[in-house]
């Protein structure tokens, strides 16, 4: 039976809704105070992250240290019922320290090796033992000060770990040393994995390796893959004051959706609760429905880390300011948006920010209250509507999404496919052709979760892998045993091709997944923007594939060995090759799409699997464009959550089961109206 997870902390048995709070940059202004508690009071905002780039208001001198000022905002935030997200502020040091202290700033490869100057954030050594040592000291200056106040709910540890890495003698000394750990002391055994014999590149020594040359692969993967560690093992020094002093205040650190830098699956194993920060750049399409699919994926994967609720740290109440063009959040996303995040299993609605600064970079950047601190304006309004909202779902917190598909999205896999020369140096777009499969089931209302390739696959029904070009260690056997067992398994194109260290397999493409596929792929072919191979289905297939669709970017020339045909090329030189290919394997059944299709490709393939498999739908009734429907459950009551990113009003049959909206206590039934940007959560109701 499906469980409730208690809340993220239980202090706070509500949804978090809140946004970044930074009460240091108004201390000219203390009347500001007051009024942002009246503010907030007015939006249903419960919860305000503080701190985050403040380490030069807590230290403006080395060993001077100044937390009056946020003594008094958490003591007026408790008072006022509210609680407190408060940062560690490594995410930006303080000038003095820079000056003093130069090995904390960072050696970048864009600034020609030298070390950054003390300009924006993100940009110190994670392994520099001075930063790590007074990040030390000031965690635990606010862990001994704020242990025990009334109003700290979570440990907010850094901010947005990314910048890219390091290249100072002390980083690539560590990074040296976590080689030899890999590679048991051997030279010659680095030296294979890493194939530098091509170009004479091999090492003699390990002091002369130096992660600058794009050439030799295997050591580019090794360095993402250190830079990850170093990063887990200083987020893990930073959290040592936090965990010793307040053992009971939960721990997360806010990541950035699909971000190529680090490897959030091995982060995540170090945090209490996954959060992360959203933000789409909606309205500059006219199919921009579609980005609902990217961001709901985000939030499958930030659930999927941990199994269970996580939070949403950072999104925009209204406008962005750092893309090419920042449209106005059009009237009902924003709360369309908060929603997606509860519908696909968190437990939060944060925001950057609460008030919008007036200065800087970011001060245009969309704030609950504006420069003219009024309540009056459309955003506030949208925001105040939507803390209403999240109030009225009390029984919905803790609840919990029951996922039978599962994405495989792997960060190694990707680091690979995006440094291979070839079959394009561009458009390779692994994360877009995840969320290209995935928006099938997105739109049918059917719940996934994304794993990676070190996950147990064995209690879903449809795993789906798109590109798995790196086959790591114990994953071919896992899927192999997945499908033996009953599961239904799907790969495709640039799939199979080489191993942990990006070294080719030599028993023939997808290599360890051939035999379990059926097929062997002996070339693939690149496509220009501009040209389109046409795919043809085969005469009663059983995938549900009927007619002509348009093949892109890649096709896999495929033979068959065991599989049986689906599709077959109908223009090229490779007319009549496989497109499109099924093993039976065991109880279960193994698909190879040797193409990049179009999307009605795509739904016709797994809206047929839907069917097949009897995948759980939150509605039994179909979607129209640009509209989802999720289910958070405790196994006794569904909570279904109906998120329109359509432009223009819609109408859903819903059949003969009957609903009550959760939010508003009204029966539904037959037929729901549902407006331009709209959002319903529905119980059903026996």
């Known amino acids: 039976m499906t469980k409730r997870f208690p809340p993220i902390n239980p202090k706070c048995p509500h949804f978090i809704h809140g946004g970044d709070y930074n009460p240091d940059q108004w201390l000219r202004t203390p009347e500001v105070l007051d009024e942002d508690m009246r503010l907030m009071k007015l939006s249903g905002c419960n919860t305000m992250t503080a701190g985050v780039f403040s380490w030069a208001s807590y230290e403006p001198r080395e060993g001077e240290f100044h937390f009056d000022w ?8 408790a008072k006022n019922g509210g609680y407190v997200v408060l940062a560690t502020p490594s995410g930006s040091r303080p000038a003095w320290m820079s000056e003093k202290y130069p090995e904390v700033c960072r050696v970048n490869a864009r600034f020609g090796m030298n070390r950054e100057p003390h300009q924006g954030r993100h940009n110190h050594c994670r392994t520099s033992p001075v930063y790590r040592e007074k990040c030390r000291i000031i965690n635990t200056k606010l862990a001994e000060r704020y242990k025990d106040h009334p109003a700290l709910l979570v440990w907010h540890v850094s901010n947005e770990y990314n910048g890219g890495p390091c290249h100072c003698e002390l980083c690539l000394e560590a990074f040296r040393e976590w080689l030899k750990r890999r590679y048991d002391h051997d030279l010659d055994k680095l030296n294979h994995a890493w194939w530098t014999a ?22 580019m993967l090794d360095w993402n893959r250190f830079n990850t560690d170093q990063t887990i093992d200083f987020f893990k020094a930073e959290c040592e004051p936090l965990r010793r002093l307040t053992p009971d205040i939960p721990i997360t650190t806010n990541l950035m959706g699909f971000s190529p830098t680090l490897d959030y699956f091995k982060i995540a194993r170090e945090m209490d609760v996954v959060s992360w920060d959203s933000y789409p750049p909606y309205h500059d399409r006219s199919d921009d429905w579609k980005y609902g699919a990217h961001v709901s ?57 609460w008030r919008k600064n007036r200065g800087g970079i970011e001060k245009f950047h969309g704030a609950v209250v504006d420069h003219y601190p009024s309540e009056n304006t459309r955003v ?37 496919i995006d440094q291979i020369s070839g079959p394009r140096r561009e458009k390779k777009d692994y994360q877009e052709t995840c969320v290209e499969h995935y928006r099938s089931f997105w739109s049918s209302g059917v719940s996934c979760d994304v794993v990676n390739e070190d996950s147990d696959y064995s209690k879903y029904k449809l795993l789906i892998a798109p590109m798995l070009y790196m086959v790591r ?63 043809l289905a085969a005469e009663g297939n059983e995938a549900g594939l009927n007619g002509a669709y348009a093949a892109t970017t890649f096709c896999d020339l495929v033979h068959l060995e065991g599989a049986k045909a689906l599709a077959a090329y109908n223009s090229e030189f490779y007319k009549g090759r496989p497109a499109a290919t099924v093993n039976h394997h065991g109880q279960g059944r193994a698909y190879y799409i040797a193409s990049r299709n179009d999307d009605r490709f795509h739904a016709d393939f797994y809206n047929t699997l839907i069917n097949d498999l009897k995948l759980r739908r939150a509605l039994g009734c179909k979607l129209p464009n640009g509209v989802t429907a999720q289910v958070r459950t405790d196994g006794q009551r569904d909570f279904i959550f109906i998120l329109g990113f359509n432009r223009e009003p819609v109408q859903i049959d819903l059949g003969a089961q009957k609903y009550r909206d959760v939010v508003s206590g009204v029966e539904v039934q037959s037929t729901l109206a549902l407006p331009a940007y709209t959002t319903r959560v529905l119980e059903p109701v026996s």
């Open 70 to 77: 946020l003594d008094a905002a958490m003591d007026k935030i």
């Open 297 to 353: 994926l985000a939030h499958d994967l930030n659930r999927s880390l941990k199994q269970k609720p996580h939070m949403q740290m950072e999104c925009s109440p209204g406008v962005q300011n750092w893309k090419p063009v920042n449209k106005l959040k059009r009237p009902g996303l924003h709360i369309v948006e908060g929603l997606q995040c509860i519908a696909h299993g968190g437990d939060s609605v944060q925001y950057f920010q």
């Open 473 to 535: 260690p114990g994953c071919a056997e896992r899927i192999e045993e997945f499908v033996r067992n009953g599961g239904v398994f799907v790969t495709t194109y640039l799939s199979g091709i080489a191993n942990e260290s990006d070294l080719c397999f030599t028993n023939g493409y997808p290599g360890p997944l051939r035999e379990l596929m059926g097929v062997w792929a002996e070339e693939i072919d690149a496509l220009y923007d501009e040209e389109k191979v046409e795919v």
């Open 198 to 219: 091509f170009w004479g590149h091999s090492f003699g020594e390990w002091e002369q390796i130096n992660p600058v040359d794009w050439s030799i692969h295997g050591m």
């Open 380 to 416: 506030f309004k949208e925001v105040s509507e939507l803390g209403k909202i999240l109030a009225s779902l009390d029984d919905v917190v803790g609840t919990t999404v029951n996922a039978e598909v599962a994405i495989l999205y792997d960060w190694e896999n990707r680091w690979a």
